[in-house]
């Protein structure tokens, strides 16, 4: 499963655009213009880098800063729709999803869905790796919408975050 998870019930549509609404005041008077909220989308196995993500963006001294809204454990649940509202639900609430890609996430639906979706929401997408170069193997997803790739670099990822935002 992608960046998926948690749990808990559905939100109307009409609270949903309020909770959306609050989030966007927010960041507006938070005096922190530079920080996003960022859905990540991973495949399960590689949990282990994206909580280091995760950890370093809460780290003051690094250009990388964002609002996590991704889904920490996965939906209990065995409907894809329920688990597809509750995701959309949060990829609805960033402005940016970052898509960590390894070896792993091109087997993932998941990710292709987060992907399809996070751009049908009008959102930005950016996809990174870590090592030398990018997977052999990229989420379909990514190849057909000319998503950024950009290695596991604090300066290079703080910059597509920042661009992909403004975009939107």
């Known amino acids: 499963m992608g960046g998926g998870g948690g749990g808990g019930r559905g939100l109307t549509p009409s609270?949903?655009?309020?909770l959306e609404q609050k989030a966007k005041e927010s960041l507006k008077t938070s005096g922190d213009a530079s920080k996003c909220n960022v859905f990540i989308s991973f495949a399960a196995e590689d949990l282990t880098d994206v909580n280091m993500l995760r950890a370093q963006a809460k780290n003051e001294n690094?250009?990388?800063?964002?609002?996590?809204?991704s889904l920490k454990k996965p939906f209990d649940s065995k409907d894809a729709e329920y688990v597809k509202r509750g995701i959309r639900e949060r990829i609805r609430q960033c402005s940016?999803?970052?898509v960590y890609i390894s070896e792993k996430t091109a087997d993932s639906k998941w990710v292709n869905w987060e992907i399809r979706e996070t751009i049908a929401l009008g959102k930005g997408v950016v996809a990174m790796y870590k090592g030398d170069r990018p997977p052999s193997r990229l989420p379909k997803a990514i190849s057909e919408n000319k998503v950024p790739v950009v290695p596991w670099n604090q300066k290079a990822l703080a910059v597509a975050i920042k661009t992909q935002a403004q975009k939107k």
């Open 15 to 18: 609270e949903l655009q309020q």
């Open 96 to 98: 940016v999803t970052v």
């Open 62 to 69: 690094l250009d990388i800063e964002f609002n996590d809204w």
